[in-house]
C-alpha cells in the first residue's frame, strides 16, 4: 500500500538550517507530482512546495527562497531543505502525492531559541 515516512525533523535556533527526507513507497514514484505540506498549531494543513516528475518546482510565498525540494527517483525519496528558519516555520511536516489520500506520520520542526 502508499507509504510515506517522513524524518530529520527537530528543534533548531532561529536562522538555523534543516534538511527533512521522506521516504516512499507503494506507488510508481516517478510518474507522480511529489509535495512537501506543514500544520502549526490551531491551522490547517499548507501546502509549501511541488517537485514535478521533470524536477520543476513550486513554492508558496513564505518559503520562497529559503526552502529547496528534491526528488531522487531512484531512491525513491523527496526531501526538503530548510534555510533561514523562522519560528512561524514550527510546524508538523508531510510529504505526499498531493492527490492520494495517503498521508504519512510526519515529522515535528520546532524552531525556538
Known amino acids: 500500500q502508499v507509504q510515506f515516512v517522513e524524518s530529520g525533523g527537530g528543534l533548531v535556533q532561529p536562522g538555523g538550517s534543516l534538511r527533512l527526507s521522506c521516504a516512499a513507497s507503494g506507488f510508481t514514484f516517478e510518474q507522480y507530482v511529489l509535495s512537501w505540506f506543514r500544520q502549526a498549531i490551531g491551522k490547517d494543513r499548507e501546502l509549501i512546495a511541488l517537485i514535478s516528475v521533470t524536477g520543476d518546482t513550486k513554492y508558496t510565498d513564505s518559503v520562497k527562497g529559503r526552502f529547496t525540494i528534491s526528488r531522487d527517483n531512484a531512491k525513491k525519496t523527496v526531501d526538503l531543505e530548510m534555510n533561514s528558519l523562522k519560528p512561524e516555520d514550527t510546524a508538523i511536516y508531510y510529504c505526499?502525492?498531493?492527490?492520494?489520500?495517503?498521508w504519512g506520520q510526519g515529522t515535528q520542526v520546532t524552531v525556538s531559541s
Open positions: 505526499k502525492v498531493p492527490n492520494f489520500s495517503t
